[in-house]
């Protein structure tokens, strides 16, 4: 059965500062998804990683994924207060099903 | 494009009640899903669509049903509602995985917020 753990659970951290989200996966899976959900509202996707060592980036943000170490890491650079938000990672089952199994989550606040 | 709709956006029941859940999406999407989010638990697959007049059980489908009649709808049943159905529920719809898709993700919407009394 396929677990997704993230940690932190929570983050805050101060403007201008860097962290990192950790995303681990029990099972083989060639698809990790990263969503970001502010209070209130929807998922909205941020990355769709589909190899072995892929790296994507978009402004402060970067993704990247390990399969051997069956992990992902959400890259902050230079935190503003905009980037507050809840973070998920979402990991494919194996078989090409496009189920998905979330973590449960890390709920970033930063600080101005 | 209106991307992926839901309706009602928030519903109170008593327990026992029944309702159902909406869903549409106007992407010409193949697969469907339906998640619940509850506080501390991430997202949870109810049940999946992967097209129209077929469904598949997800990690917590006790207590729903859902149908799949047309392609662009996809709906939740409660057949009597508990207490521990209180939760938002997200709707989401992916394009076909075909062979040369590598830029697909979920796409989501914006919840139905359900209370049972």
């Known amino acids: 059965e396929l677990k997704v753990e993230q940690n932190p659970l929570f983050l805050s951290m101060q403007e201008g500062k860097n962290y990192t989200i950790y995303c681990n996966y029990s099972t083989t899976s060639d698809r990790l998804y990263w969503y970001r959900q502010d209070p209130g509202k929807s998922l909205e996707s941020l990355f769709v990683?589909?190899?072995?060592?892929a790296v994507k980036q978009e402004g402060r943000l970067m993704a990247s994924l390990d399969t051997k170490a069956r992990l992902s890491t959400l890259h902050i650079t230079a935190a503003v207060h905009d980037l507050s938000a809840t973070y998920f990672c979402?990991?494919?089952?194996?078989?090409?099903?496009?189920?998905?199994?979330f973590g449960k989550g890390t709920k970033l606040t930063v600080n101005p | 494009n209106a991307g992926v709709t839901q309706t009602p956006k928030f519903q109170v029941l008593k327990t026992g009640q029944s309702m159902t859940l909406q869903c549409a999406q106007d992407m010409n999407h193949n697969s469907m899903y339906w998640y619940r989010q509850d506080p501390g638990m991430g997202l949870r697959l109810i049940y999946y669509?992967?097209?129209?007049?077929?469904?598949d059980k997800g990690e917590v489908p006790d207590g729903y049903n859902v149908s799949r009649l047309k392609k662009q709808n996809f709906l939740l049943g409660l057949e009597s509602a508990a207490p521990s159905q209180t939760s938002v529920y997200f709707c989401a719809s992916s394009q076909d995985r075909g062979r040369w898709t590598y830029t697909d993700t979920q796409y989501f919407g914006p919840g139905t917020r359900l209370t049972v009394l």
């Open positions: 979402a990991v494919e089952s194996r078989g090409g099903s496009e189920k998905l199994v």
């Open positions: 669509s992967a097209s129209e007049g077929t469904t």
């Open positions: 990683l589909l190899s072995n060592g």
